[in-house]
């Protein structure tokens, strides 16, 4: 008895000989592994410097309220003394270099800061801030501060660790590659963990490198979103990414606005100083342009910047970052007090009230302890899963030694349809982040070349004798 051929390709028997196709996950997956293992390998140690310094930075806030106590906070007096006063006591105490701005006891226990600038001995990048008490104009000291949020010693000298090490500018290009991979590391291992399509990831019952494993994905998954913020906005300010992303908002018309601080044609050119170089006392004075200010509803915390020169306008400007965020700006002709210009929050492009938010959840400003005490634990957190992730390396040896790597020529598995969007994807990224695209170009090649090495080894041994 004969069989009947099959009539259609349907119909035609299924042998072994033909391997069913790899869906594209399963091709990408060891890429992925192999990707994640050697990322966490070589960049775990800049992120794990990047979290214990951040970690510190911010608990620094907190700190500084209770080291720099007595320079912060005063008791409570009946009435505060007019600004020009206060300012004129600070000059009396500390004469040199010259007033660049001007910070009025934003709460009721708080001191007046004024900041000079020029001042020999001083980091030409900081100010000397002179506090002065708002009820009786007594000076309570004097300390460098850096940056727009008034950080003083303590933080500024954790804040600078935590950027570059105190390395200067090579130094800050650790931060960078930190920020360059934090996103890759965090966001790979939640795909990762979540392919592992397991029904129940449960700790208990589990030991030795599983218990790891679970750990790590756990805490990983829950926390990556975080990491991927601060991985976000830790490069708006970084230096090479950071240019990029300037460029990007500048090309975009997204740029942070600032109000002109050029007085108005009638009065420009005019001398208007009232008082000795350097004391502030330009024109109609202090107490009249915050008055002015305050009539333009900028409440506490305000800095005011004094007349660069005699054509120049105050510029008074809040520098409160807490929510809701107040960083309403006017400029003050200082000849007859008038207000020239108003630059509302509200009025910044998208992009620049992104940035400004981004910044300050970033460095614990926006709600303050709660803020402070999130990024703690985003700190904290990241420190285990760089410790546990070590361990299951060292688990993967047995505990004898640390274990072997993915196997190499993960790469050669994926399809071309995978790997040309892929490339080009990682080509655009290499180009904006520089240290993402060098570190991961070099990987490849390194990682090829060993590969070919070690394949000519294998063709070079002697065939086993019988």
């Not at 072994?16 to 775990?44: E, N, Q």
């Not at 490069?235 to 942070?256: F, V």
């Amino acid at each position: 008895m004969t069989t009947a051929a099959p009539t259609t390709e349907d119909e035609a028997p299924r042998t072994a000989a033909t391997p069913p196709r790899r869906s594209a996950w399963a091709a990408l997956r060891p890429l992925l592994m192999r990707l994640h293992f050697y990322a966490g390998i070589l960049v775990a140690p800049f992120l794990l410097v990047a979290a214990l310094t951040g970690l510190l930075y911010a608990a620094s806030f907190q700190a500084e309220k209770i080291v720099y106590d007595h320079e912060l906070t005063v008791p409570v007096g009946d009435r505060k003394l007019p600004v020009s006063e206060q300012v004129a006591a600070a000059r009396e105490a500390h004469p040199e270099g010259t007033v660049s701005a001007v910070r009025p006891s934003p709460e009721a226990d708080a001191t007046t800061r004024v900041l000079l600038s020029g001042v020999p001995g001083v980091d030409p990048d900081h100010t000397l801030a002179v506090f002065v008490d708002p009820y009786t104009a007594d000076v309570r000291g004097a300390l460098e501060q850096y940056g727009s949020t008034g950080a003083l010693p303590l933080r500024t000298w954790i804040s600078e660790l935590h950027r570059d090490l105190h390395l200067g500018e090579t130094g800050r290009l650790y931060s960078e590659l930190a920020a360059s991979w934090l996103w890759v590391v965090a966001g790979g291992g939640v795909v990762l963990w979540l392919s592992r399509r397991r029904a129940l990831r449960k700790v208990r019952g589990t030991t030795g490198r599983r218990r790891t494993l679970a750990l790590h994905g756990s805490l990983g998954l829950w926390t990556a979103a975080g990491f991927i913020f601060l991985s976000a906005t830790g490069l708006t300010w970084s230096t090479y990414a950071g240019a990029s992303i300037g460029d990007l908002r500048a090309a975009l018309g997204q740029e942070t606005p600032s109000v002109s601080a050029t007085a108005s044609g009638e009065h420009a050119g005019h001398d208007t100083a009232g008082g000795a170089a350097g004391d502030a006392a330009h024109g109609v004075g202090l107490d009249q342009v915050l008055a002015a200010a305050r009539a333009k509803d900028l409440g506490d915390p305000v800095e005011i910047v004094p007349p660069a020169d005699a054509g120049s306008a105050y510029v008074v400007r809040q520098v409160g970052r807490s929510w809701p965020t107040e960083q309403d700006a006017v400029a003050v002709d200082p000849a007859n007090g008038q207000v020239t210009e108003v630059l509302r929050f509200a009025d910044y492009p998208v992009l620049a009230k992104l940035t400004r938010w981004g910044i300050d959840l970033h460095t614990g400003t926006l709600f303050g302890l709660p803020n402070q005490l999130a990024l703690m634990l985003l700190a904290a957190a990241l420190i285990l899963l760089i410790l546990w992730g070590y361990r299951m390396w060292w688990q993967r040896g047995r505990g004898r030694a640390f274990g072997r790597p993915v196997p190499r020529g993960a790469w050669q598995q994926v399809p071309p349809y995978l790997v040309v969007p892929a490339l080009a994807a990682i080509a655009v990224l290499g180009y904006f982040m520089p240290l993402l695209g060098i570190p991961l170009a070099a990987f490849l090649a390194v990682d090829i070349l060993l590969g070919e090495l070690a394949h000519r080894r294998i063709r070079r041994a002697p065939a086993p004798t019988e």
